[in-house]
């Protein structure tokens, strides 16, 4: 019984081996390899590259106030649409105690000189009249009396002005209203009633009480890497599509390439502005993030195959020709490229366009 084991467990082992064996020796011949095969095609062909950047009003205008104190009203919301000399804001004032108080002495010392040269030009008139004065004393009093009338009228405006924001003499150019100075669609207001704000001056650009601009002229702003700016320039159409705006997209024109490159991420890139043709279908908005699609290179009805045919050696490009079909058997051929849109690649020279081309491995 142990002798008919030992001989199993001898016949077991020599399977073993003889199946590795078997196995290893399938392995280790060469197998043949079965590519897809390829032909040449006529086709139009695109080089283009995408740009990314946001819509912007090409104009987009801060209004500032002109005196300064709180906000006692709003008048417009954001997305309204507002015309030049349209009142946005009123301002009240917070007058100056020193400015007040010096504005308030000037009216008082005007109305004394006033009271003064009334009373000289109320006597000389008397005078006058009963042919005690002459015409050049009567004459010389009514016009001190103008002056100091003049003089007092002013003074008391200051004080109005000083006081209030409002002239007395000219209510509607008050200081007091902020109005709109072009016509088009209020952005912003990043202020609320009650807000202090300050007048621009040499020492403060002032409160930005609201941002206007006209939303049908646009601009799309991107960036463009320093490989590809060399094959723009101004007046190349492009086309703007925008994430936010399904199914719709823009033409543009070019109008604006920067002379000097910014980094970006360790790449240097350069500032490119469009001009957008905005149609009445869609109300565009400020800060849309979009792209630019652009062609920069393109070529029409040439012959072309798949980039993955291709072999690059050095400044050469082959394609291996089929010869033979079982086996299949391939000849390389140098051939001469051109434009390529990363997916198919011109042919210019080397093809006639009836060869079949090895493609990519399908089976081994």
Same mark, same amino acid.
């Not at 086709?43 to 283009?48: G, H, M, N, P, T």
């Not at 002056?147 to 209030?164: F, H, T």
């Not at 490989?227 to 033409?251: C, R």
């Given at each position: 019984?142990?002798?008919?084991?030992?001989?199993?467990?001898?016949?077991?082992?020599?399977?073993?081996?003889?199946?590795?064996?078997?196995?290893?020796?399938?392995?280790?011949?060469?197998?043949?390899?079965?590519?897809?095969?390829?032909?040449?095609?006529?086709?139009?062909? *695109?080089?283009?590259?995408?740009?990314?950047?946001?819509? *912007?009003?090409?104009?987009?205008?801060?209004?500032?106030?002109?005196?300064?104190?709180?906000?006692?009203?709003?008048?417009?919301?954001?997305?309204?649409?507002?015309?030049?000399?349209?009142?946005?804001?009123?301002?009240?004032?917070?007058?100056?105690?020193?400015?007040?108080?010096?504005?308030?002495?000037?009216?008082?010392?005007?109305?004394?000189?006033?009271?003064?040269?009334?009373?000289?030009?109320?006597?000389?008139?008397?005078?006058?009249?009963?042919?005690?004065?002459?015409? *050049?004393?009567?004459?010389?009093?009514?016009?001190?009396?103008?002056?100091?009338?003049?003089?007092?009228?002013?003074?008391?405006?200051?004080?109005?002005?000083?006081?209030?924001?409002?002239?007395?003499?000219?209510?509607?150019?008050?200081?007091?209203?902020?109005?709109?100075?072009?016509?088009?669609?209020?952005?912003?207001?990043?202020?609320?009633?009650?807000?202090?704000?300050?007048?621009?001056?040499?020492?403060?650009?002032?409160?930005?009480?609201?941002?206007?601009?006209?939303?049908?002229?646009?601009?799309?702003?991107?960036?463009?890497?320093?490989?590809?700016?060399?094959?723009?320039?101004?007046?190349?159409?492009?086309?703007?599509?925008?994430?936010?705006?399904?199914?719709?997209?823009?033409?543009?024109?070019?109008?604006y390439i920067a002379p000097k490159s910014v980094e970006q991420n360790g790449a240097n890139t350069f500032e490119i502005k469009?001009?957008?043709?905005?149609?009445?279908?869609?109300?565009?908005?400020?800060?849309?993030?979009?792209?630019?699609?652009?062609?920069?290179?393109?070529?029409?009805?040439?012959?072309?195959?798949?980039?993955?045919?291709?072999?690059?050696?050095?400044?050469?490009?082959?394609?291996?020709?089929?010869?033979?079909?079982?086996?299949?058997?391939?000849?390389?051929?140098?051939?001469?490229?051109?434009?390529?849109?990363?997916?198919?690649?011109?042919?210019?020279?080397?093809?006639?366009?009836?060869?079949?081309?090895?493609?990519?491995?399908?089976?081994?």
């Amino acid at each position: 019984m142990k002798k008919f084991f030992k001989i199993l467990l001898w016949v077991v082992i020599a399977l073993v081996f003889v199946g590795t064996f078997i196995f290893l020796f399938n392995n280790s011949k060469p197998k043949e390899s079965h590519y897809a095969i390829v032909t040449p095609d006529t086709i139009d062909i *695109e080089k283009s590259t995408v740009l990314t950047g946001k819509i *912007e009003p090409r104009d987009e205008i801060a209004i500032k106030p002109q005196i300064s104190g709180i906000i006692s009203e709003i008048c417009v919301e954001a997305g309204d649409i507002v015309h030049e000399g349209d009142v946005i804001a009123k301002i009240k004032v917070i007058p100056d105690e020193q400015s007040l108080n010096s504005a308030q002495n000037r009216v008082d010392v005007a109305k004394l000189s006033l009271d003064q040269s009334k009373l000289e030009y109320d006597r000389a008139k008397q005078l006058y009249d009963k042919k005690f004065a002459s015409r *050049e004393e009567y004459e010389q009093s009514y016009t001190a009396y103008l002056k100091a009338k003049q003089e007092y009228d002013a003074a008391v405006d200051n004080l109005s002005i000083v006081r209030d924001g409002v002239s007395s003499v000219n209510a509607q150019s008050s200081n007091t209203l902020v109005r709109a100075t072009i016509d088009g669609q209020i952005l912003e207001i990043p202020v609320k009633v009650g807000s202090s704000v300050i007048q621009a001056n040499t020492m403060n650009d002032g409160t930005t009480v609201a941002t206007i601009a006209d939303m049908t002229n646009l601009l799309f702003r991107g960036n463009v890497d320093e490989t590809e700016v060399g094959l723009l320039h101004q007046g190349m159409p492009t086309t703007i599509t925008i994430g936010a705006i399904q199914d719709k997209s823009y033409d543009a024109l070019i109008e604006y390439i920067a002379p000097k490159s910014v980094e970006q991420n360790g790449a240097n890139t350069f500032e490119i502005k469009a001009a957008i043709k905005v149609d009445g279908d869609v109300q565009l908005r400020a800060g849309y993030s979009a792209n630019a699609a652009v062609t920069l290179q393109s070529v029409e009805g040439v012959l072309a195959v798949p980039e993955g045919v291709i072999e690059w050696v050095g400044d050469s490009t082959y394609v291996y020709v089929l010869t033979t079909e079982q086996p299949q058997a391939f000849e390389r051929k140098s051939v001469v490229t051109g434009l390529s849109d990363g997916v198919n690649i011109e042919v210019r020279s080397g093809l006639s366009g009836g060869e079949k081309l090895r493609g990519n491995i399908i089976n081994q």
